[in-house]
């Protein structure tokens, strides 16, 4: 089945050491998003790549990065993950379509990776 | 900031009964969708209603939609254990194609 999958479902590391969560869709769609979730929060966007083009969102700490080397894959890489990086990190997935009123942009998510920093 | 805040934060109700959760934005819209999410998983898509859409329904459930109140209600009749989840509301606002969540709605369902 078509879908997104996201590796590892639970993450494990070290404050300061450098980690990347990965993202693999075979919806074959243009964009793909990295949303952060703490408990009982909002899921909150960090960036996505509209096909190759990459956009941050204004807040995203420096300390988060992406790499989208095919249409397939996507990465989170965290340079120096602290305590409060700890959460739940969503990749999605859509194709937007349509203007105005037609616009549409249902995004698919992986199942999320869960990210604990001792 | 947050486009959609959800009402109430938290819902307990038995199994059988309808379940009513509200959804409220600051900006003009072009749709809202409304996403599940079961516990430590991602989020999937439920509906859709666009701003010329006053009533949706799928299934068990139902949306409405009032853009002059800015608000949407998601309704779940005969409720079941297996909707226990969290619900969100996305908007996106202006021209944009990026949804934004609220905190959702934390349901409970019990056998």
């Known amino acids: 089945d078509a879908m997104v999958i996201q590796n590892p479902r639970y993450q494990v590391t070290q404050f300061g050491k450098p980690v990347t969560l990965s993202c693999s869709q075979t919806?074959?769609?243009?964009?793909m998003y990295w949303y952060q979730q703490k408990s009982s929060q909002a899921p909150k966007l960090l960036f996505h790549y509209y096909d190759k083009d990459f956009n941050n969102e204004a807040d995203t700490p420096d300390n988060f990065q992406s790499r989208r080397p095919n249409t397939s894959f996507c990465f989170l890489d965290i340079r120096s993950p602290g305590l409060g990086d700890a959460a739940m990190y969503l990749c999605?997935?859509?194709?937007?379509?349509?203007?105005?009123?037609?616009?549409?942009?249902?995004?698919?998510f992986g199942a999320g990776t869960r990210l604990s920093v001792l | 900031s947050q486009q959609g805040e959800e009402d109430p934060q938290a819902l307990s109700i038995q199994e059988g009964e309808n379940a009513t959760m509200n959804c409220s934005y600051k900006t003009s819209i072009n749709n809202l969708q409304w996403y599940r999410q079961n516990s430590g998983r991602g989020l999937v898509h439920l509906i859709l209603?666009?701003?010329?859409?006053r009533e949706k329904h799928s299934g068990r459930l139902r949306v409405t939609l009032d853009t002059s109140k800015k608000s949407s209600s998601l309704l779940i009749t005969a409720s079941r254990a297996a909707d226990t989840a969290s619900y969100f509301c996305?908007?996106?606002?202006?021209?944009?194609?990026?949804?934004?969540f609220g905190r959702g709605t934390s349901l409970i369902v019990h056998p």
């Open positions: 209603i666009r701003s010329n859409e």
């Open positions: 999605a997935t859509s194709i937007p379509s349509g203007t105005g009123r037609t616009l549409k942009n249902i995004q698919y």
């Open positions: 996305a908007t996106a606002p202006g021209g944009s194609y990026i949804p934004t």
């Open positions: 919806l074959n769609h243009n964009v």
